[in-house]
């Protein structure tokens, strides 16, 4: 019963923010071991694309929590990035959020929800975003890259939490 959706965009609500992306994926697994899953903060290089190079970079390991600070690099077209964020609104096994404190965006919001369902959990990634260079270089570049990432995501959690009942 493996189902995610593609990733929608849509205008943010938020005032800093220009865009909202929006990705589902249900996964054979209980919201709290999903939610143990995303505390780990390294788990997040395998819901990654190798393509982007992504590494954590702040020793391990790192107590996930309001105010826990996470630096990444990556490569975006062959550019090399840092990327610091923050943790915010932790509530297991609900939901957290990271903050973009340093990086490629102007603006970089998201929301992570863990929701029971069909004996197993949606997971809900909502993004709100303002790129560099604004709505034309998001339509141009920005959301092809965030639509592969959260496509590759989505699958990449069916794979990791496989359904046991599946035929």
Request: hydrophobic share 35%; no cysteine; glycine share 6%.
């Amino acid at each position: 019963m493996h189902r995610h959706t593609q990733p929608e965009f849509s205008e943010s609500p938020h005032p800093r923010a220009t865009t909202r992306l929006s990705a589902r994926a249900w996964v054979a697994a209980p919201p709290a071991d999903l939610f143990a899953f995303f505390s780990e903060a390294t788990n997040l290089e395998l819901l990654t694309p190798s393509g982007l190079g992504f590494r954590v970079v702040t020793p391990t390991p790192i107590l996930m929590q309001d105010g826990a600070q996470i630096e990444y690099r990556l490569k975006l077209h062959g550019i090399p990035l840092r990327w610091t964020s923050e943790i915010r609104d932790w509530d297991p096994p609900r939901e957290f959020v990271d903050v973009q404190l340093h990086g490629p965006y102007r603006y970089w919001h998201h929301r992570h929800l863990f929701e029971p369902a069909d004996g197993g959990t949606t997971v809900i990634d909502e993004v709100d975003y303002s790129p560099p260079g604004g709505r034309i270089i998001d339509r141009l570049f920005i959301r092809r890259e965030l639509l592969r990432t959260f496509t590759f995501r989505g699958e990449r959690l069916t794979e990791l939490f496989p359904d046991s009942n599946r035929d």
